[in-house]
Every structure is written in structure tokens, then in C-alpha cells.
């Protein structure tokens, strides 16, 4: 199967799985969400022939993510006329925002082929052009041509976890923007990061400990880049 056909079968079972719908606290931004974990999660290991796929991360709206584009929508000249990356994008949510804030372009970036369908179809339907792209960046030079990169919901595992902070602060090092959403997972590297904003938001119980959750944004503390 070719790429483009790979593409279009990944969006089919997006619209499929995951109705559009409004985003708590985001409206009128809307994506293709599902309040069933479980059952997704079980549709993509029949879709893939995989039982060990990955949790359909792409089908939520995750706390730290809403909480960052709580935070643009407050602080919109942080991407308005600039270049943004939305790292580990998922929905694609914080990218959307952005465009929708007069971003100059939003690249969006995922290593899930799923999310990449779901960014693409999510953009659209809020009127919106993101380029979405599968890769993963953690192990490379920090992109060029970007002068903010977005960062939610980054730290749920320690694997991940031990990754993305040397990577952001090389990203920060030649001059990148890092702006970071997480609800304060136990993986967050606290002592790295200084607190800037909080915004209670709404998410799943599928996936969240809770359905009102504080929502944290930060910058990478002057020590840590």
C-alpha cells in the first residue's frame, strides 16, 4: 500500500472511531475525540494486527494541551506571525490554536501514523492548514526554521520522560520558544521548568485520574537551558 493510501485508510478509521466534537473550554475549536479508551484502543490492535499498538493518544483532548491553548488564546502574540512546532501533537490541538491565532505556519509531529490522520482531518475541520508529519525528533538537532515549539503532555512515562528534556533545552539553546502544558505528571521535570500559568480544565476519566483537572503551562527556567 502506497503512503497516500495508507493516509487515506488511517483518516477512514479516524472518522470512524472518533466523532467530532467541541473541546471544554475551547470553543469553537472542535476534533475528532472518543470517550472510550478501551474500545479505540482495541479497534486499532484489529486495524494494525497489532495487539501491542499504542493508546490512542490522538483521541483526546489531554489536559496539558488545553491548558497551553488556554494560555495562547491569553498570550497570543506568542505565535502570532511566527513559525510553530507542535511536538508530540496528538489531535493536533495546541497546532490548531495556533493557526487559529495567526501563527505563520504550524508543523505538527507525531510518530503515530493514527495522529497523523487525525491532525490533518482535526485542522480542516476547524479551518485551519497544518502540515502534519511523522517523525520522531528526539535523538536529531533541533529543527530549523521554528521559532516556538509547543510541548504538552509530554512527561506520562519515564522512557519518554528521560528524552524530551535534554532535547527541548537544545532546542532552547539555539533559540527556540519552548513553551510546555502538563498537568504535573509524576515524570515532569519540575526543577527544570518555571511555572507561568494554570488553568482548570475539563478531560476523560478514561485517562485522567480526575474529569476537573489543573491544567500547568511553563518555560524552561533560565538554569535549565
Given at each position: 500500500?502506497?503512503?497516500?493510501?495508507?493516509?487515506?485508510?488511517?483518516?477512514?478509521?479516524v472518522t470512524r472511531h472518533a466523532p467530532l466534537r467541541p473541546v471544554p473550554g475551547l470553543e469553537p475549536v472542535q476534533l475528532h475525540l472518543t470517550d472510550d479508551v478501551l474500545g479505540l484502543w482495541r479497534a486499532t490492535q484489529l486495524e494494525l494486527g497489532e495487539p501491542d499498538a499504542p493508546l490512542p493518544f490522538w483521541a483526546f483532548a489531554w489536559a496539558g494541551g488545553m491548558a497551553l491553548s488556554r494560555y495562547l488564546r491569553d498570550q497570543p502574540d506568542i505565535v502570532r506571525g511566527r513559525r510553530i512546532l507542535d511536538f508530540a501533537s496528538g489531535s493536533g490541538l495546541c497546532g490548531i490554536e495556533a493557526m487559529r491565532l495567526g501563527?505563520?505556519?504550524v508543523t505538527a509531529v507525531d510518530?503515530?501514523?493514527?495522529?497523523?490522520?487525525?491532525?490533518?482531518?482535526n485542522a480542516r475541520a476547524n479551518g485551519v492548514r497544518v502540515t502534519a508529519r511523522q517523525r520522531d525528533l528526539?535523538?536529531?538537532?533541533?529543527p530549523q526554521d521554528?521559532?516556538?515549539?509547543?510541548?504538552?503532555?509530554c512527561w506520562y512515562e519515564a522512557t519518554l520522560a528521560r528524552r524530551v528534556l535534554p532535547w527541548l533545552q537544545r532546542c532552547a539553546a539555539v533559540g527556540i520558544e519552548v513553551v510546555v502544558g502538563d498537568p504535573a505528571r509524576h515524570y515532569l521535570p519540575t526543577a527544570a521548568l518555571e511555572e507561568v500559568a494554570r488553568y482548570d480544565v475539563r478531560t476523560t476519566t478514561e485517562l485522567e485520574d480526575l474529569d476537573q483537572k489543573v491544567g500547568y503551562v511553563y518555560r524552561l527556567?533560565?538554569?535549565?537551558?
Open positions: 500500500m502506497t503512503p497516500r493510501r495508507h493516509l487515506a485508510a488511517a483518516r477512514g478509521f501563527a505563520a505556519e510518530i503515530d501514523p493514527f495522529s497523523i490522520a487525525a491532525i490533518g482531518l528526539l535523538d536529531g538537532d533541533p521554528v521559532d516556538v515549539l509547543l510541548a504538552a503532555d527556567s533560565a538554569a535549565s537551558r
